[in-house]
């Protein structure tokens, strides 16, 4: 599964290739993946300026410029990758976004189906509705320190419950035990 520094990379890589594009079309291969309906995601983005990216835990943010966010999770296979062609779109591709100036598209890709797409209102209010605690990257050892104190259960639950701290995995939690 992508965890924080993948994901964090990701960010940047749209970053890149995106930030100051206007999403010109919407490709929907596989609607499995959307936790919005097709409709409102194309309404939502299409015609809209990607301002800037954001990341918390696991989750990417694309900054939209009417305010709101398309947020990425990439679940247990997903990646982010861009194509000029449509021939050479990645293979498990589910959603395409054509930009402007480019001439790429930004393509979600997810081999196992496990991501999902959905718009937020703000970082703030997805992380409330999701539950997510702060940042692994944001959160000091003091207030790490402070939540997992007063707990009588294993260390690795712990480290794993993203309403405690976000982005953390199996991965980095067994190389850090």
């Not at 930030?19 to 596989?30: A, C, K, P």
């Not at 709101?68 to 449509?86: E, K, N, P, W």
Request: aromatic share 6%; proline share 5%; with cysteine.
């Amino acid at each position: 599964m992508p965890e924080l520094p993948e994901v964090e990379t990701y960010r940047r890589f749209i970053n890149e290739v995106a930030v100051g594009q206007t999403i010109t079309g919407l490709e929907v291969r596989d609607a499995h993946v959307l936790a919005v309906p097709e409709d409102e995601l194309r309404t939502a983005v299409v015609g809209r300026t990607i301002t800037g990216t954001g990341r918390l835990g696991k989750n990417c943010f694309l900054e939209l410029d009417n305010g709101r966010l398309l947020v990425l999770h990439f679940g247990m296979t997903g990646d982010i990758g861009a194509y000029r062609d449509a021939p050479d779109a990645p293979r498990f591709t589910r959603v395409a976004w054509q930009l402007s100036d480019s001439g790429l598209s930004l393509a979600f890709i997810d081999p196992r189906k496990f991501g999902r797409i959905r718009l937020a209102d703000s970082a703030e209010a997805y992380q409330k509705a999701k539950k997510l605690g702060p940042d692994a990257l944001q959160i000091t050892a003091a207030e790490l320190h402070q939540k997992l104190s007063r707990r009588k259960v294993f260390v690795k639950p712990l480290l794993l419950d993203q309403s405690l701290t976000a982005g953390l995995g199996n991965w980095i939690v067994d190389e850090v035990l």
